[in-house]
C-alpha cells in the first residue's frame, strides 16, 4: 500500500566533473605524489567505488595480467568483479608498490591501515577547490559513463559491467552471462587514451 521511495523522495546525484576536463586534472594530480593523489587517480582510471579502491589489497592485483579482482565481500552487490587495470592504474601501483609493503595499497599515515574514504575528498575540496564545487570522487563514475557513451559505440552491457552494475533485467541476465572481460579491457584502455591525451 506505500507508495514507492522514489516517488516521493527526490534522488539526489553526487557531483561529476564534465569529462572533457578529466585529463587536465589527472595532469595536476600526478604532480602532487601522495597516497590521496594516487588513489584518485587509481579510482578514476578503473571508474570503481571510493571503498573499493580504499580498501584494495596487493593480494587483489596481479599486474603482469592487469586485473583487479575485488572480492564479492567488498563490493556493492556482493559479487566478485575483476577489473582490467590500463596503463594510468597500473603506472600508481607500480609507483606505490616501491615504498609499500602493507597488505593495503593506499596505506594511512599511520601505516596500520588504508587510507579512510573521505582522503580523495578533502584532497578534492583543498587542493582544487574550484573542482570540488563540481565534483566528488563517485561522481567521477559518471564522467566515465558520460564520455563512453557520447564518444563510443561500446556494449551497453559492457559499459555498466565496467561500472560493476548488475543486470536488473531478469531475461537478459538469464541469457547473457559473460563478464565481457576483453570488451571491458578494450574500453578502459581507450578511457586510459582519453585520460593521458
Given amino acids: 500500500l506505500l507508495p514507492n521511495v522514489s516517488k516521493i523522495i527526490s534522488v539526489k546525484h553526487h557531483r561529476s566533473l564534465d569529462y572533457n576536463d578529466v ?20 579510482l578514476i582510471a578503473t571508474s570503481a567505488r571510493t571503498n573499493e579502491v580504499i ?8 599486474l603482469k ?17 575483476s577489473v582490467p587495470l590500463n596503463d594510468t592504474a597500473c603506472k600508481v601501483l607500480n609507483l606505490i608498490q616501491k ?13 596500520k591501515s588504508h ?13 582544487f577547490p574550484e573542482i570540488y564545487i563540481k565534483a566528488v570522487p563517485h561522481g567521477f563514475r559518471s564522467s566515465f559513463r558520460n564520455w563512453a557513451e557520447e564518444n563510443f ?8 559491467l565496467c561500472l560493476a552494475h548488475t543486470n536488473k533485467n531478469k531475461v537478459e541476465k538469464a541469457y547473457l552471462r559473460s ?8 574500453i578502459m584502455n581507450e ?6 591525451s
Fill in 23 to 42: 585529463p587536465d586534472l589527472i595532469s595536476e594530480l600526478q604532480k602532487i605524489k601522495k597516497t590521496s593523489s594516487y588513489a584518485l587517480i587509481f
Fill in 55 to 62: 580498501g584494495a589489497t596487493w593480494k587483489e592485483i596481479d
Fill in 65 to 81: 595480467n592487469k586485473i583487479w579482482t575485488i572480492p564479492a565481500s567488498r563490493m556493492k552487490m556482493r559479487q566478485e568483479h
Fill in 99 to 111: 615504498h609499500n609493503s602493507s597488505n593495503f595499497v593506499f596505506l594511512s599515515n599511520r601505516k
Fill in 115 to 127: 587510507i579512510s574514504n573521505d582522503y580523495m575528498r578533502l584532497l578534492l575540496k583543498t587542493d
Fill in 153 to 160: 559505440n561500446f556494449s551497453r552491457r559492457a559499459v555498466e
Fill in 179 to 186: 563478464d565481457l572481460f576483453l570488451k571491458r579491457q578494450q
Fill in 191 to 196: 578511457w586510459n587514451n582519453f585520460l593521458v
